[in-house]
DNA sequence: TCTGGGGTCCTAGGACCC
DNA sequence: TCTGGGGTCCTAGGACCC
């Protein structure tokens, strides 16, 4: 049977749930900034049209802000994945089958189901109801399709909202897809629209009627499934059940430069407990750990460094303790003094399941439940009464290398404190 | 003054083995 | 002068996504 597959996206994620809490935004030019307020990773349409860039330098677009009185909010991570839960169990209940993509938009397979169209619009209906958000729908006999459906959804008011290719007919579909750059395309970067244009490929009608294995040969497999998903057939598939990670994270820029060890310390310890977390959240247990350092690249005039070292752990672990203790370990080979650092980072790989970790032969047992013992025993009261309410004593207390935040909303939905008051 | 963070997959090439 | 062939594993780098 021909699949129907919807993506459901909010439209500008985050700058629409801080205008949930804040109605004064509404209609207003508004950008919601990455972290250390560096560059702009949201905006409204407003913002848009006064021609801000995904991804711009923010204090580069200081002139159009003020001009245009353009609001700048910090990003509030809290918010948008308490909203981003919401969005995505009300959604649930359209479909038996979801894959949660992103944060801020999800798969539901529709197959069999009657009157997508309409069925879309309940979908948007409901989540501005309930939680205040505007999405649209995208619906495709495949993930790449339903992903072209949603970017017509957005970009062409006929559709409404929602845009149905299944209610096309081939050769309507045909047209559409001639007035939609080759980019568009779900897994056509930068780069390959480049090689692709050079190849005479400008639209995504042009990417359906190519060759797939000539397409092969130029690029690569992966290419060669986009074309074929473009032909309505699958190759990849809804993955209801998120895969354990393969690789953790934790990483940030400072909010100013940091020249002294014992700072750069402080925040390895912060980044790698953090790290710790989330491999004990996910059940699984380490077995290598990176370490870098470095200096900030976008002044050239400075003296530049950058380093990092991976490890291989004796045997693979979850303890936040042993994780830090190594992690000091590294910094201290790859620190050099008189260098202005702007960001450090940890990342933890060869992640495997804790039930089948191998445990080394001297790895004494007992001190491998104390371990596990203190670890849950920590992870619960932070969870109980908030982050960080246990931490080593080496993450110290002044964080004076912390980033910038200087322009974020209260934690509406998360922290009594944020808790919105209405006169 | 000021340029994010966290992921995945694929490929080419080198090392090594028999 | 002549310098095999086939296979695996690992890593770095490049591309993409949100």
């Known amino acids: 049977m021909k699949r129907s597959i919807a993506l459901i996206d909010v439209n500008n994620f985050y700058v629409s749930c801080e205008r949930v809490f804040n109605p004064k935004l509404n209609n207003q030019p508004v950008v919601v900034l990455s972290n250390n307020d560096g560059c702009v990773i ?56 979801q894959e949660v993509y992103s944060i801020d938009e999800c798969f539901l397979d529709l ?54 290719f299944g209610a096309l007919a081939d050769d309507e579909l045909n ?60 190759c990849i598939e809804l993955e209801e059940i998120a895969p ?66 991976t490890i291989s752990l004796p045997s693979p672990t979850d303890d936040t303790l042993q994780l830090v203790k190594t992690a000091l370990w590294v910094l201290k080979r790859l620190y050099k003094r008189h260098y202005a ?14 039930t089948s970790a191998q445990i080394d032969l001297f790895t004494q047992t007992q001190s491998n439940r104390r371990s596990q013992k203190l670890m849950s025993t920590i992870d619960q009261i932070n969870s109980k009464m908030g982050r960080a309410s246990i931490k080593l004593a080496s993450e110290g207390m002044r964080y004076d290398w912390k980033m910038r935040s200087g322009r974020k909303s209260p934690n509406y939905t998360t922290s009594w404190d944020g808790l919105l008051y209405v006169y």
């Not at 992903?147 to 957005?154: M, T, Y």
């Not at 939609?180 to 009627?209: C, F, H, N, P």
């Not at 380490?286 to 070292?309: E, F, S």
């Open 175 to 234: 047209t559409l897809l001639m007035k939609i750059e080759v980019g568009e395309v779900w897994g056509v970067g930068r780069r390959l629209t480049s090689k692709l244009l050079a190849l005479g490929i400008k639209t995504a009608y042009d990417l359906k009627q190519a060759e797939p294995e000539y397409l092969k040969q130029q690029f690569s497999v992966v290419m060669a499934k986009t074309v074929s998903e473009l032909n309505g057939t699958v």
């Open 244 to 309: 354990p990670r393969k690789q953790i994270l934790s990483s940030r820029s400072f909010g100013q430069p940091v020249r002294d060890y014992s700072s750069l310390a402080e925040a390895i310890t912060l980044y790698m407990s953090r790290a710790a977390e989330k491999l004990r959240v996910q059940g699984s247990v380490a077995g290598l750990l990176h370490v870098y350092i470095r200096t900030n690249p976008h002044k050239p005039d400075d003296p530049q460094y950058a380093n990092g070292m």
């Open 42 to 97: 949201s905006r409204s349409n407003e913002a848009k049209v006064l021609g801000i860039k995904m991804g711009a330098p923010w204090f580069k677009s200081q002139e159009l802000a003020r001009k245009h009185h353009i609001e700048s909010l910090s990003s509030n991570y809290a918010l948008y994945a308490d909203m981003s839960n919401r969005v995505m169990a009300i959604l649930r209940d359209f479909s038996p089958n």
């Open 341 to 354: 650092y702007a960001k450090a980072g940890v990342s933890l790989g060869d992640l495997i399941p804790r």
């Open 111 to 164: 197959t069999g189901f009657k009157d997508l169209t309409a069925y879309g619009q309940e979908m948007r209906n409901r989540i501005l109801k309930w939680a205040g958000l505007p999405v649209c729908v995208g619906i495709g006999s495949t993930k790449t399709l339903a992903k072209l459906a949603n970017h017509c959804a957005k970009k062409m008011p006929e559709f409404n909202g929602v845009c149905d």
